[in-house]
């Protein structure tokens, strides 16, 4: 069973315009959250984060969205550049443990 | 960010031989490491968390004979795949935390372990 759903396995934007990569989530212990941007044949490289004692985060061109209620979160790219196609993973962790759960990513090509 | 490395980048070995991946966080202290696998086309795959100097937790599914993983450092953990066969042929990364379970964690670069 998925804890962490990202429902588009691909997002085709143009430049310029607003990309938003969508996740879901169904373990109410999750209670931090976190973006990746990764390339082929390279580990993951960190974005943005959020709490879940926020519903904002904001930095650059991203921001990451969260409703607790609805267990979904949205990463905002704007405006997006040809430099931002890559494969986004939604991670969430909590609990004690802690581990770093992921959703099995979405392929965002931003045309020039 | 902080800066993890993974060592080998790429491995081919043979079938029933053992392949040691080594994770080494460089400037910070690593209290939890995270092994994962992907699959072509398909998610990260968590296969197992390590506390430093304790032993580490493996996901369902996940053969502890068969993928030993030690953190006995603070910056360095490795997974020894023993007696690989083809299908242990995967991308492996490790991934490194500082902090508690609300900090975020940095990966290494992933080895492409290939058994023929």
């Known amino acids: 069973d998925q804890q962490v759903k990202q429902n588009s396995p691909s997002l085709s934007v143009q430049e310029g315009r607003i990309s938003i990569l969508n996740c879901d989530y169904t373990n109410s212990m999750f209670d931090y959250f976190l973006w990746y941007k990764k390339y082929p044949a390279e580990g993951p490289t960190f974005l943005i984060s959020?709490?879940?004692?926020?519903d904002k985060n904001e930095d650059g061109r991203f921001t990451v969205f969260l409703n607790k209620s609805a267990k979904h979160l949205s990463l905002h790219i704007v405006p997006s550049q040809p430099g931002d196609s890559a494969v986004y993973f939604c991670?969430?962790?909590?609990?004690?443990?802690?581990?770093?759960?992921f959703g099995k990513g979405t392929k965002l090509s931003v045309k020039p | 960010g902080a800066v993890v490395s993974q060592h080998p980048s790429r491995v081919i070995c043979k079938s029933g031989t053992s392949v040691k991946i080594e994770c080494r966080s460089l400037d910070f202290q690593a209290t939890t490491m995270f092994w994962y696998r992907q699959f072509p086309k398909q998610s990260l795959m968590l296969m197992a968390t390590s506390n430093e100097g304790s032993k580490a937790t493996y996901e369902q599914g996940v053969e502890k004979d068969k993928f030993l993983i030690n953190h006995a450092s603070l910056t360095l953990s490795t997974l020894t795949v023993t007696s690989a066969h083809p299908e242990d042929s995967s991308f492996y990364i490790c991934?490194?935390?500082?902090?508690?379970?609300?900090?975020?964690?940095?990966f290494g670069q992933g080895t492409r372990l290939t058994v023929v």
């Open positions: 959020i709490s879940s004692i926020k």
């Open positions: 991934s490194a935390r500082g902090g508690g379970a609300r900090t975020e964690a940095f």
């Open positions: 991670a969430a962790s909590g609990g004690s443990q802690g581990n770093l759960i």
